[in-house]
């Protein structure tokens, strides 16, 4: 009787169990049919946007090389009338003083490596062959014999008497210093004045195979400049009294100065002069010379470069010229115009297309290469290192975004 009583108890929740089960796989199905569309809809709007993400990816690069020139590759610089011992605008060893040496007087605080001027003394005479750094002043003058190299240095620092030498290797005059009562060389290999002044006496230059003069400061060169005989000259942003005088000398660059008493040119076959201010006037003539520094750039890429400015170390340059090569017209500006000379920035150069580009420079030391970065308009870079005495030494030769350029100087 217990037995058939359970089975009438349990009998019930089975069936119902059942019946609820079959119910849930009917709605179960019926489910399916409506996720279906669902999940179709969802793998393809994922699939849309996985693709949208592939083909941005790999049409970035190239409309960005269409839009900005970005990853371009112009190749080919060479250095052009550079006006620099062994660059091949004349041959040093062909550079000469012109009449007898100077007698120089031997007496005087003998300078060399190991005995530096370090404070103020009467006259100071350095050997030949030796080399002396002077950071104190001097009361009677400095003489400089063959073959020897002098260094003056500090704005604290005034040479009373004046600097003359006899076939000097290197002589350096820089950070500040003061000269007074002229400057006298023979046959000297190297001569830089920068950031100094000569403030009475003149500058006298007979023979000297490379001269730099730049940047002179408070009266620059109050007894006027003379060169004669020599090799490269090259003189820029100073103040000149008294005149500057050109002779017989393989190259002549002024540029930038201001000042007084005219400027002065006999036979000087390349000679190049721009934006001076010197009162006078001028005699003689200065032509056949070009700007100290110049690119040749061939641009061997497939788009349109565009560079807009040019550096020196980190000092930007101004007044360049570039011209196209070949073609008939260029982009000067806002402006096509017919090939020629364009001052203006940007420098555009179409694929397949080399530009001449020239720009007023005096070396800033006469013996130690110097770094040029040309930055385009994306912000890319080609750079190149120019070497005084042999050109240009080194360049990147091509441009890989972003600001990373391809080879090292």
């Given amino acids: 009787m217990i037995s058939a009583l359970r089975s009438l108890l349990v009998q019930p929740f089975q069936q119902v169990s059942l019946a609820g089960r079959l119910k849930s796989l009917r709605r179960f199905k019926r489910s399916r049919k409506g996720i279906s569309p669902i999940l179709a809809e969802t793998m393809m709007v994922l699939i849309v946007i996985v693709m949208s993400v592939i083909v941005f990816i790999f049409a970035t690069g190239t409309v960005g090389g269409l839009l900005s020139g970005r990853k371009l590759a112009p190749e080919n610089f060479s250095l052009i009338a550079a006006g620099a011992p062994f660059s091949g605008g004349f041959d040093p060893n062909s550079i000469h003083p012109n009449g007898s040496p100077p007698g120089v007087s031997t007496s005087g605080t003998v300078c060399t490596s190991s005995s530096p001027i370090t404070a103020p003394v009467s006259g100071v005479y350095v050997p030949p062959g030796q080399s002396c750094t002077i950071t104190a002043s001097v009361s009677s003058g400095v003489v400089v014999n063959y073959g020897a190299t002098l260094i003056v240095q500090g704005t604290s620092v005034i040479i009373s008497g004046g600097i003359k030498d006899n076939s000097s290797s290197s002589i350096t005059i820089q950070g500040g210093a003061t000269v007074t009562g002229g400057i006298n060389l023979y046959g000297t290999g190297n001569f830089y004045l920068t950031g100094s002044q000569v403030s009475s006496g003149s500058v006298v230059l007979n023979g000297v195979k490379y001269a730099s003069i730049s940047s002179t400061t408070g009266p620059g060169l109050s007894g006027g400049l003379q060169a004669s005989y020599s090799g490269s000259v090259q003189v820029d942003s100073n103040t000149i009294t008294g005149g500057t005088f050109f002779t017989n000398d393989s190259s002549v660059i002024v540029t930038n100065n201001t000042g007084s008493g005219g400027m002065h040119f006999s036979n000087d076959p390349s000679c190049y002069s721009a934006n001076n201010t010197i009162t006078g006037g001028q005699s003689g003539t200065c ?119 391809i080879g090292f100087c």
């Fill in 287 to 405: 032509t056949g010379g070009s700007p100290s520094g110049g690119y040749d750039i061939l641009n061997t890429g497939a788009y349109t470069v565009s560079f807009r400015t040019l550096y020196l170390d980190s000092q930007p340059w101004s007044g360049i010229s570039w011209q196209l090569s070949t073609g008939s017209t260029e982009q000067c500006g806002n402006a096509v115009i017919p090939v020629g000379p364009c001052t203006q920035f940007p420098i555009v150069i179409p694929p397949n297309t080399m530009v001449h580009v020239s720009f007023s420079w005096v070396n800033p030391t006469p013996t130690s290469p110097v770094k040029i970065i040309m930055w385009t308009t994306v912000g890319d870079y080609l750079e190149s290192r120019v070497d005084p005495t042999a050109g240009l030494v080194c360049s990147t030769r091509s441009i890989e975004a972003p600001e990373v350029p």
